[in-house]
């Protein structure tokens, strides 16, 4: 579902913030939600 979340962000540039997303993206780790999570903050700051 992360990963959708990313692929959209990338294509649609929302404007917003994801509850929760910056504690999962900070953590320590290679999980893929954890990667995920990075890709997706990474995504919504270029759009925003």
Do not use: C, H, W, Y
């Not at 913030?17 to 995504?43: I, Y």
Request: net charge positive; no cysteine; aromatic share 0%.
């Amino acid at each position: 579902m992360l990963e959708l979340a990313v692929e959209l962000a990338q294509q649609v540039k929302p404007d917003g913030n994801v509850s929760g997303l910056a504690e999962v993206a900070t953590r320590k780790g290679s999980s893929k939600a954890v990667v995920q999570a990075k890709r997706l903050v990474a995504a919504l700051e270029l759009s925003g």
